[in-house]
């Protein structure tokens, strides 16, 4: 085979693949993650329960990929939206504010999400699903607090790690408020206090990184 009919069934079997993981989203998001089957999705995506099983060997390693497929999206519309700012403040305000805002638009997509979570909390062969997802989310969060602080010098990577951490934990939890019981006026002023105490906890580790401990000696030069 030559490269050029190589690349075409390299590029015929990828859009096979994105294929089913839309095909797997539809079907999840209709009937849930337990009781969707791969012979649902393969109905769903239109393909043969055989070209299913040709590209994903198991129904798990099927659901990390539409996981990692959600990831990838949140991520990018992430960053598109979140753009260059002054300081460590201005960019957990411009980050939660975009979160939040990709977040309430997508608002099956994010239910798909926590039940691929409880999903794979409760199996043994998808016990990476979780621990993936909320590392790439915290990832994310403090890749884009790191090109702020790499230039202001407020915060080391370990302070980034920690505020992300803060972040994620505090907008999963005003999503769930918001899927459990709708309330816009409530999430947005949720918001806005998950903003100021997340920038509050910031400034708290750059004091922190900036005082000399006791027994010790700032330096000039």
Not at 163 to 176: K, S, T
Not at 201 to 213: C, H, I, M, Q, V
Request: glycine share 10%; with cysteine.
């Amino acid at each position: 085979m030559t490269t050029a009919g190589r690349e075409q069934v390299g590029a015929k079997g990828e859009r096979t693949r994105r294929q089913i993981i839309e095909g797997a989203l539809q079907a999840l998001g209709t009937g849930g993650v337990a009781a969707t089957t791969t012979r649902d999705i393969a109905a769903g995506a239109g393909v043969r329960l055989a070209t299913l099983h040709y590209h994903f060997d198991s129904k798990s390693a099927l659901l990390l990929a539409v996981l990692e497929h959600l990831i990838d999206e949140t991520t990018s519309a992430l960053r598109e939206e979140t753009g260059d700012t002054a300081d460590i403040a201005a960019c957990i305000r411009e980050s939660l504010h975009a979160g939040w805002r990709y977040l309430t638009l997508t608002l099956e997509l994010q239910i798909v999400q926590y039940e691929l979570t409880l999903y794979a909390l409760r199996r043994d062969d998808a016990a990476g699903l979780a621990a993936y997802q909320y590392d790439a989310y915290i990832k994310l969060y403090q890749d884009i607090l790191q090109g702020v602080a790499a230039r202001t010098g407020e915060l080391d990577a370990a302070g980034c790690a920690d505020v992300a951490r803060f972040m994620l934990a505090g907008i999963d939890g005003l999503l769930l408020q918001e899927l459990a019981k709708p309330n816009k006026a409530r999430s947005s002023r949720g918001i806005e206090a998950l903003i100021a105490a997340t920038q509050g906890f910031a400034s708290g580790l750059a004091n922190d990184r900036e005082t000399p401990k006791a027994g010790t000696r700032a330096t000039r030069g």
